[in-house]
């Protein structure tokens, strides 16, 4: 891409893609230790630091300096500054934009005479590339800086110790690396522009440990192009340097030696590039605007990433990216001259995921899919090797719990749209484990561990307890997975378009079975993962012990679950859960399939049946006696939940009839090109409810909660329960999606609403109020991977051949119906009393 397109691009080309306006956005968002966010997005990004996630201060300050004058432009710089010494101005900023892997910040400052301006705009790519699992890999990051003007300007940059400690007491240890242009290595692919890094670390690092949910090892590399044109650099007191910039518009290409703590005499690493821009007015009556441009790279380098209790035993794990590269130099230069591939990978993403959500929701659901896309990720950390990778995750911010089921389970929707691959590299560490026999109960564990980074397991098995939630979540993530492997849903931008400008990927060659040569995946039907029915049937057969131990267990407890947590655990113990009894349904429903697919037919006979006998006894036990509603608990009268697991009976095809059974031979959108036959559980003709076409869960109880939602809605969303006037935002979109489109829609806005007026400063969270200023209700989650249930509406439109989304439609026939909530609460209470009098011998 030229540098002319790659300007429009940040400059102008993503100016109306963000319609919202979060009040934090992505910068750098790589992994749980890479996190950098824009704070008070809403704000000039010059009135305050930015943030790691947990809202703790990041040094990171962008300056410029043009016309004698200085102007901070990220961060607060100028509080280094004298008002005195230095003529301290503002540029007018102009706003950010954001797509799902770019974030960018524009500025216009005053030319000279004022008679025109140098328009700035800083462009952050953490990109996203589902056809290049090797490149989403690498914990880096990219700011492109590009310039357009007639007046020269200069640049500064700095960051400090922050990016490698929670700790401000800790000795930092620095140096300054440069590698010349054209160097080479073995793999003739070193740095084509030659680069100068910034190596920060921790004099004594503490392997996998954190402070503050800071790593406290590893090492950042902070990079900007060497040679003639290149940057200058100085390392030295923040206030020191700062103001030698505001003073000289360049540092002096120095380096301090003496080591010292975070914020003792601050020490920071610092670049410094001028623009020549004013050629292009000389001479001339009418200024003819030149573009320059400056890369900078981020890279938090840490081996290992975790450790893990694999079946060999405690194992330190390696970065995957490991397998390609000779060490981190390779890397960091590779990483810097791949800018272009990697801005195309993921720019065919974004604009994918633009096109999809548009369609599938409104601008508002476009905004909020690309808001949640790097958040998403940034809660991962790819391990293992090209044939075999594991992707770990943090449960970040709730507890920091390690690969947390229920954490995975509404993110789950992410990686089906993005790249179903991926969920199955974020199972592939729970089922090794617990088939290894280290966790001692007879359903799923909770998590591998009580805290990132560390997989030590549960060898008591007294992790936390949610049996029902968590084998339900196990049975249906494994046949969506499952359904993904057995039909070519690989969406359009998981292929490139072509290799044309990309370099190849050292050494990619020694894994030619799962990457080219350029470090693209190859097509599912080729890679050891494949995309054919036997690879599905391999897939569940290996961990077949596990999904029927779980089963076994939901068989026994799922129809009416006894005292106990579900996902939602800040809300509390509870017997007779009713969102929480249609989920362990749906698992053996989910059970009869993985069954029926490795060949054990009486196994899916018996679930399959059971599955509808269960069903059945559902509606009566769990929705209101007068069926306008799904009560919290099956003896809690006069409450009402969001029953927010019915998505996963139309995702899994269960909703799918048999007059819809039809072969589907494609999709629309971008997205979205599935090419399978019909995908429909195997046995529902012959077993099951013979209800509403053989579908598993009937239309009535679609329609039911359909209106029920539209008539609970609260101004900033969906509430989660009768309980409080909180949410859940992964939740109101699983509940969204298999909704009428009025209700849908109307679901939407009112998040669309909280995303533009909440008072909430953190990465999106997914917990809070629908009232008020739609804040905290007490608890802070934030920056959590659940954003991925986002995705919701996006995963069901693949899901089926399509035909989940077609079984829907019945509920765009009318309008929704109007409940009097508070009578039809009040007559529930009522009934259930003179009800409760009978007697609940089963329950």
């Given at each position: 891409m030229r540098?002319?397109n790659?300007?429009l691009l940040?400059?102008g080309?993503?100016?109306?893609a963000?319609?919202l306006?979060?009040n934090?956005?992505p910068?750098i968002v790589r ?7 824009l704070?008070h997005a809403r ?21 410029a ?16 500054l004298?008002?005195?010494r230095?003529k301290?101005a ?5 706003g950010?934009?954001f797509d799902?892997s770019?974030?960018?910040l ?5 030319a000279?005479g004022?008679?025109s301006?140098?328009l ?12 290049s699992?090797m ?11 590009f310039?357009?003007?007639?007046d020269d ?6 960051v ?6 929670g700790?401000?007491d800790?000795?930092?240890r620095?140096?300054m690396?440069?590698s010349p242009?054209?160097?080479e290595?073995?793999?003739?692919n070193?740095?084509k522009t ?6 920060v670390?921790?004099?004594r690092e503490?392997?996998l440990?954190e402070f503050?949910?800071r790593?406290e090892w590893?090492?950042?590399?902070f990079?900007?192009?060497g ?8 390392s030295g007191t923040?206030?020191l340097?700062?103001?030698?910039f505001?003073?000289?518009g360049?540092l002096r290409?120095?380096?301090d ?5 975070v914020?003792?005499?601050e020490p920071?690493f610092?670049?410094?590039?001028g623009?020549?821009?004013a ?9 003819e605007?030149?573009e320059?441009?400056v890369?900078f790279t981020w890279?938090l380098?840490q081996d290992?990433?975790v450790q893990?209790a694999?079946a060999r035993g405690l194992?330190?794990?390696r ?5 390609f590269f000779t060490d981190a130099?390779e890397?960091?230069g590779w990483h810097f001259?791949d800018f ?6 993921a720019g ?9 959500a548009?369609?599938s929701?409104s601008?508002?659901?476009q905004?909020i899919?690309?808001?949640?896309a790097?958040q ?16 770990f995750l943090?449960?970040?911010s709730s ?5 947390t ?11 089906l749209y993005t790249?179903p691959?991926w969920?199955a590299?974020l199972?592939?560490p729970l089922?090794?484990?617990?088939l290894s026999g280290?966790?001692?109960?007879d359903?799923?564990?909770?998590d591998?561990?009580?805290h990132?980074?560390n ?8 992790d ?6 968590e084998c339900?979540?196990m049975l249906?993530?494994g046949?969506a997975l499952?359904?993904a492997l ?7 931008f998981v ?5 044309e ?7 990619a060659?020694r ?5 080219d040569?350029?470090?693209i995946?190859?097509?599912?039907g080729?890679a050891k993962?494949?995309?054919?029915p036997?690879?599905?049937?391999k ?7 596990l999904?029927k131990?779980?089963?076994g267990y939901?068989?026994r407890e799922?129809?009416i ?5 579900c996902?939602?655990?800040f ?5 007779n ?13 989910a059970?009869?399939?993985?069954a029926?697919?490795?060949?054990e037919k009486?196994d899916a006979?018996?679930y399959?049946?059971?599955a509808g006998?269960?069903?059945e006894?559902?509606?009566?036990y769990?929705?209101s006696?007068?069926?306008t509603h799904?009560?919290l608990a099956?003896?809690?009268?006069g409450?009402?939940?969001t029953i927010y697991?019915?998505?996963?009976d ?8 048999d007059?819809n059974?039809?072969s589907v031979?494609g999709?629309r ?7 399978m036959?019909s995908q429909?559980?195997l046995?529902q003709?012959?077993y099951g409810p ?13 329609q039911?909660q359909?209106d029920?939602y ?6 900033y ?8 006037l909180?949410t859940k ?10 909704t009428?489109?009025k209700?849908?829609?109307e679901?939407l ?13 953190r990465?999106?969270t997914?917990?809070y109020d629908?009232?008020?200023n739609g804040?905290?209700?007490?608890i802070?989650?934030m920056?959590?991977p659940v954003v991925g249930?986002?995705f919701?509406f996006l ?26 909530v508070?009578l039809?609460l009040m007559?529930d ?6 009800y409760?009098d009978e007697?609940?011998?089963?329950l």
């Amino acid at each position: 891409m030229r540098l002319f397109n790659l300007f429009l691009l940040a400059a102008g080309g993503l100016a109306s893609a963000s319609t919202l306006t979060p009040n934090t956005v992505p910068l750098i968002v790589r992994n749980p230790y890479l996190s950098t966010w824009l704070y008070h997005a809403r704000d000039a990004p010059w009135e305050n630091w930015p943030m790691f996630w947990t809202g703790a201060h990041v040094g990171f300050s962008v300056m410029a300096s043009a016309s004698g004058k200085v102007y901070p432009l990220l961060g607060r710089p100028q509080d280094s500054l004298s008002t005195k010494r230095h003529k301290i101005a503002y540029p007018e900023y102009l706003g950010v934009t954001f797509d799902a892997s770019t974030t960018n910040l524009s500025y216009s400052i005053p030319a000279a005479g004022g008679e025109s301006s140098v328009l700035v705009t800083l462009s952050f790519l953490s990109p996203i590339t589902p056809s290049s699992t090797m490149r989403q890999a690498i914990p880096a990051g990219y700011m492109t800086v590009f310039v357009a003007g007639c007046d020269d300007l200069d640049l500064y940059t700095d960051v400090n110790g922050e990016w490698v400690t929670g700790n401000r007491d800790n000795t930092l240890r620095w140096e300054m690396f440069e590698s010349p242009p054209g160097e080479e290595k073995a793999t003739k692919n070193g740095t084509k522009t030659g680069i100068k890094t910034w190596k920060v670390r921790r004099e004594r690092e503490e392997l996998l440990t954190e402070f503050g949910d800071r790593a406290e090892w590893g090492t950042l590399h902070f990079s900007a192009p060497g040679g003639e044109n290149g940057v200058r650099y100085q390392s030295g007191t923040s206030a020191l340097l700062r103001g030698l910039f505001a003073e000289r518009g360049e540092l002096r290409d120095e380096v301090d030696g003496e080591f010292r703590r975070v914020m003792e005499d601050e020490p920071v690493f610092a670049f410094s590039k001028g623009f020549k821009l004013a050629d292009g007015g000389k001479g001339k009556e009418k200024c003819e605007k030149r573009e320059e441009s400056v890369r900078f790279t981020w890279a938090l380098v840490q081996d290992p990433v975790v450790q893990f209790a694999s079946a060999r035993g405690l194992t330190m794990m390696r970065p995957l990216w490991q397998s390609f590269f000779t060490d981190a130099d390779e890397l960091v230069g590779w990483h810097f001259d791949d800018f272009e591939t990697a801005a195309n990978l993921a720019g065919e993403y974004s604009d994918a995921l633009a096109r999809d959500a548009y369609e599938s929701g409104s601008r508002e659901y476009q905004d909020i899919a690309a808001l949640s896309a790097r958040q998403v990720l940034g809660a991962t950390q790819f391990s293992g090797t090209p044939e075999d990778p594991i992707l770990f995750l943090k449960e970040i911010s709730s507890n920091g719990n390690f690969q947390t089921v229920d954490v995975i389970f509404p993110a789950f929707p992410f990686f089906l749209y993005t790249n179903p691959r991926w969920l199955a590299y974020l199972l592939e560490p729970l089922l090794e484990h617990q088939l290894s026999g280290q966790y001692p109960n007879d359903y799923s564990m909770h998590d591998l561990g009580a805290h990132f980074p560390n997989a030590t397991g549960h060898p008591d098995g007294r992790d936390e307890y949610m049996p029902v939630e968590e084998c339900g979540n196990m049975l249906i993530m494994g046949l969506a997975l499952a359904n993904a492997l057995r039909y070519d849903t690989d969406p359009a931008f998981v292929r490139p378009k072509g290799a044309e400008g990309m370099r190849t990927a050292p050494g990619a060659k020694r894994w030619w079975e799962s990457v080219d040569e350029y470090g693209i995946d190859l097509p599912r039907g080729e890679a050891k993962l494949g995309s054919t029915p036997k690879a599905a049937e391999k897939w569940l057969s290996r961990s077949y012990k596990l999904w029927k131990q779980w089963t076994g267990y939901l068989v026994r407890e799922s129809l009416i679950p006894h005292n106990q947590l579900c996902t939602d655990d800040f809300a509390g113990w509870l017997a007779n859960q009713t969102n929480l009894a249609l989920k362990g349904i749906i698992g053996i429903k989910a059970m009869s399939e993985i069954a029926d697919i490795v060949g054990e037919k009486e196994d899916a006979k018996f679930y399959r049946e059971t599955a509808g006998e269960y069903i059945e006894k559902w509606q009566e036990y769990g929705i209101s006696r007068d069926g306008t509603h799904a009560k919290l608990a099956y003896t809690w009268y006069g409450s009402w939940t969001t029953i927010y697991n019915l998505y996963a009976d139309s995702l899994l095809c269960f909703h799918v009839s048999d007059k819809n059974k039809s072969s589907v031979t494609g999709g629309r959108k971008s997205g979205k090109q599935p090419r399978m036959e019909s995908q429909l559980p195997l046995g529902q003709q012959a077993y099951g409810p013979k209800k509403d076409g053989n579908v598993f869960i009937p239309d009535k109880v679609y329609q039911m909660q359909s209106d029920w939602y539209h008539a609970v809605l609260q101004k900033y969303g969906l509430p989660l329960d009768s309980r409080h006037l909180y949410t859940k935002s992964d939740w109101e979109f699983f509940a969204a999606a298999v909704t009428g489109r009025k209700t849908r829609t109307e679901i939407l806005t009112s998040v669309a609403r909280w995303v533009n007026e909440t008072e909430t400063d953190r990465p999106f969270t997914d917990l809070y109020d629908t009232e008020g200023n739609g804040g905290f209700p007490g608890i802070w989650f934030m920056a959590r991977p659940v954003v991925g249930g986002h995705f919701a509406f996006l995963a069901l439109e693949r899901a089926c051949g399509g035909k989940a989304v077609e079984a829907l439609k019945f509920l765009d026939k009318r309008e929704p119906g109007e409940v009097d909530v508070e009578l039809v609460l009040m007559r529930d209470l009522s009934t259930g009393e003179q009800y409760d009098d009978e007697g609940w011998e089963d329950l």
